[in-house]
Structure formats: C-alpha cells, structure tokens
C-alpha cells in the first residue's frame, strides 16, 4: 500500500475516533498521538500540558528517522526525549510533509491500521 493511501486510512482513522466526522487538522493529529504516547488516557490537560504533550508525539514520531531517542520517564511517568540531530532548516511546506511521513511510519510501526 502507498504512503498517500496510507494517510487517507489515516484521516479516515482520526475521523472516525476522534471527531463528529471531520478530518482533524495535523495539530490535533500530533496532539492525540502525543496523548497515546503518554497513556494517561483523557483528561483537562493545562496549555504548558498540551505543549508538552505535542512535544512528545513530535519527538516519538522523529525517532525513527534519526533525530531523536527515547532517554527515560520522570517521576510523573512523562517520556523524556534526547535530540541525537538537529533538524534541517525546512519550509513550511516541508515540516508538513515530514510529519505526515512521520505520522504513516507511526501507524504502521504500531499497527494501528489493522
């Protein structure tokens, strides 16, 4: 199957599970990985939380690709990240396209589309 296939089961996944059946944009798509990383489940989370939790998905869908390596969890159980390389200077348009390169590495390392 190809990558673009592959996203569109993707957004079908997120609309389906997550939303009153709109597609969600990529925030909310890094946001609700971030939260499954983080395996608190649902809860009001503060603005620095959310932050933290976008930061989690971000570093978790990056590691396979070389710039960032799972370090350990605090006393709070949150993943801590190590950055092995900085990312290249990239346009906008290219930030999304690697995550969204990303985010099908991610759904097909843990089979979320089975």
């Known amino acids: ?15 389906d599970k997550f939303t009153n059946g709109e597609i969600p944009d990529l925030n909310t798509m890094i946001f ?4 499954q990383e983080l395996g608190f489940g649902y ?5 620095d ?3 933290n939790l976008m930061h989690i998905a971000v570093c978790r869908l990056l590691e396979p690709f070389g710039y960032y390596r799972f370090d350990r969890y ?4 949150w993943p801590h990240y190590e ?4 990312l290249p200077p990239l346009k906008p348009n290219e930030q999304t396209l690697l995550m969204k390169k990303a985010i099908v590495q991610y759904f097909i390392d843990e089979k979320l589309l089975e």
């Open 1 to 15: 199957m190809d990558e673009t296939r592959i996203w569109e089961l993707i957004e079908i996944f997120f609309k």
């Open 43 to 47: 809860k009001k989370y503060k603005k």
């Open 74 to 77: 605090d006393e709070d159980n």
């Open 32 to 35: 609700l990985i971030g939260l």
């Open 83 to 86: 950055l092995i390389e900085d």
């Open 49 to 51: 939380e959310k932050m």
